[in-house]
C-alpha cells in the first residue's frame, strides 16, 4: 500500500459546484498534513495545513478522520481558477520528509 | 514567496554528459530537499540537506550527488546523465518551525 494514495481523477465539475477529494494515508503517527495545488508546469504551493480533525479557509475546508485515516479537501463554490492538481502530503513519520500523493486533478467548466 | 530560486529553468543535454542544477535562496534556511516529478509516481525525494555539509539520500538518489558549501546553495549534480533523469526537479526549503516545505519554479531537464 502506498503511504499516501489519492484518487487521480480527473473530476470534472462546472463552476459554482461544491467537490470533494479524498486521501489515505498509512502511517497512522503522521500528526499534520497538507494540500497543496500544483497549476500546469508550475510549482506545487501550500494551500492548507491541517494539525488538528480540519482546518478551513474560505471556500476551501480541510477535514481530518484519524479513525480511517484519511484527508478530505472540500471546494466549495468552484471557480476556474481552481482547476489545478491538488497533492495530498504527509510527514514521514519522525522526520522532516514529506510523502506526495500523486495528486487529484480538477478540471471547472464554464 | 519563500525566495527561491533555481537554474538554469531548462537543459537539454546529452546522455553521458555530466549536469549541475543549482538552487539558491535568500532567507538562510537550514533545510533544503530535492525532488523530482514524473507523470504516475509524483514528487519523490533525492536528497535533502539539514545544514551546511550535512546531507543526506531519499527515495531516489541513485545516480544524483549534491553539496551544501554555503547555506544559501543547494546543488544537485547528475555525474553521468541517463534518458532516465529527464524529468522536472524542484528545489524546496523548509523554516525552521513545522513540516511545510515551499518550492522553487522548477528545472526541467532533457537527457537526448
Known amino acids: 500500500r502506498k503511504e499516501v494514495e489519492q484518487d487521480p481523477g480527473p473530476f470534472n465539475v462546472p463552476e459554482g459546484a461544491t467537490v470533494a477529494f479524498n486521501c489515505t494515508y498509512s502511517n497512522s503517527a503522521s500528526q499534520s498534513f497538507f494540500w497543496y495545488r500544483q497549476d500546469c508546469r508550475k510549482e506545487p504551493k501550500l494551500l492548507m495545513s491541517v494539525y488538528s480533525s480540519g482546518n478551513e479557509d474560505g471556500r476551501f475546508t480541510a477535514q481530518l478522520n484519524r479513525a480511517s485515516q484519511y484527508i478530505s479537501l472540500l471546494i466549495r463554490d468552484s471557480k476556474l481558477s481552481d482547476s489545478a492538481t491538488y497533492l495530498c502530503v504527509a510527514p514521514l513519520a519522525s522526520s522532516y520528509k514529506l510523502i506526495f500523493g500523486s495528486g487529484t486533478r480538477l478540471l471547472v467548466r464554464p | ?112
Open chain 2, 1 to 112: 514567496d519563500a525566495g527561491i530560486t533555481q537554474s538554469p529553468r531548462h537543459k537539454v543535454t546529452e546522455t553521458g554528459t555530466p549536469v549541475t542544477l543549482r538552487c539558491h535562496q535568500t532567507e538562510n534556511h537550514r533545510y533544503m530537499y530535492w525532488y523530482r516529478q514524473d507523470p504516475g509516481h509524483g514528487l519523490r525525494l533525492i536528497h535533502y540537506s539539514y545544514g551546511v555539509k550535512d546531507t543526506d539520500k531519499g527515495e531516489v538518489s541513485d545516480g544524483y550527488s549534491v553539496s551544501r558549501s554555503k547555506t544559501e546553495d543547494f546543488l544537485l549534480t547528475l555525474e553521468s546523465a541517463t534518458s532516465s533523469q529527464t524529468s522536472v526537479y524542484f528545489c524546496a526549503i523548509k523554516r525552521e518551525a513545522g513540516y511545510e516545505q515551499y518550492f522553487g519554479p522548477g528545472t526541467r531537464l532533457t537527457v537526448t
